[in-house]
T-cell receptor, first 110, second 113 residues
Framework: AQRVTQPEKLLSVFKGAPVELKCNYS??????LFWYVQYSRQRLQLLLR??SRESIKGFTADLNKGETSFHLKKPFAQEEDSAMYYC????????????FGSGTKLNVKP | NAGVTQTPKFQVLKTGQSMTLQCAQD?????MSWYRQDPGMGLRLIHY???????DQGEVPNGYNVSRSTTEDFPLRLLSAAPSQTSVYFC????????????FGNGTRLTVT
């Protein structure tokens, strides 16, 4: 069965410190992985997706099929990065049926 | 540039009452879905639709009904509200094209007393 696990409910770092938000998944196939972000009082929005291999707002994420992980990283955290982050999986077959992790709240302290 | 619009933003119901959460999108997306967001549980899929006249159940469908009479609208009905349905509800839509991202509404915060 498909499952997305984000082991950390809360991650607190100081401004300028590196950040890594963990995401592990289980899926019997080749899933597509995404990171979504929800800033305070805003709607969820797409941050990045693995197929694009892009860096958005300094964040990157590499899909590691061997470890079934898709960790989100940023070398130097900024206060404006404080938000709720969700890792999500969509199976290739399933009409964009997304499965979300439980989310990690990132708190960047000044 | 409205995107996905949800109404109402807030709602308080008494146990046993019914109501409909509205969702509309103006992006001509075939796929629409409803999620509930609960602390520590993330987003769980309630129902989804891949086009007008087609709906299917997600992970937590019990207590909710949906219909899709038009491409634009995908209302979520609570037939007899229960305290366990206290949550934040998000509507999301996307193209059914491969790897298309979800576009979310602003959410509806529902409290059932």
């Amino acid at each position: 069965a498909q499952r997305v696990t984000q082991p950390e409910k809360l991650l607190s770092v100081f401004k300028g410190a590196p950040v890594e938000l963990k995401c592990n998944y289980s899926y019997s196939g080749s899933p597509e992985l995404f990171w979504y972000v929800q800033y305070s009082r805003q709607r969820l929005q797409l941050l990045l997706r693995h197929i694009s291999r892009e860096s958005i707002k300094g964040f990157t994420a590499d899909l590691n099929k061997g470890e079934t992980s898709f960790h989100l990283k940023k070398p130097f955290a900024q206060e404006e990065d404080s938000a709720m982050y969700y890792c999500a999986l969509v199976g290739v077959v399933g009409f964009n049926k997304f499965y979300f992790g439980s989310g990690t709240k990132l708190n960047v302290k000044p | 540039n409205a995107g996905v619009t949800q109404t109402p933003k807030f709602q308080v119901l008494k146990t046993g009452q019914s109501m409909t959460l509205q969702c509309a999108q103006d992006m001509n997306h075939e796929y629409m879905s409803w999620y509930r967001q609960d602390p520590g549980m993330g987003l769980r899929l309630i129902h989804y639709s891949v086009g007008a006249g087609i709906t299917d159940q997600g992970e937590v469908p019990n207590g909710y009904n949906v219909s899709r009479s038009t491409t634009e609208d995908f209302p979520l009905r609570l037939l007899s509200a229960a305290p366990s349905q206290t949550s934040v509800y998000f509507c999301a839509s996307s193209s059914v094209a491969y790897n298309s991202p979800l576009h979310f509404g602003n959410g509806t915060r529902l409290t059932v007393t």
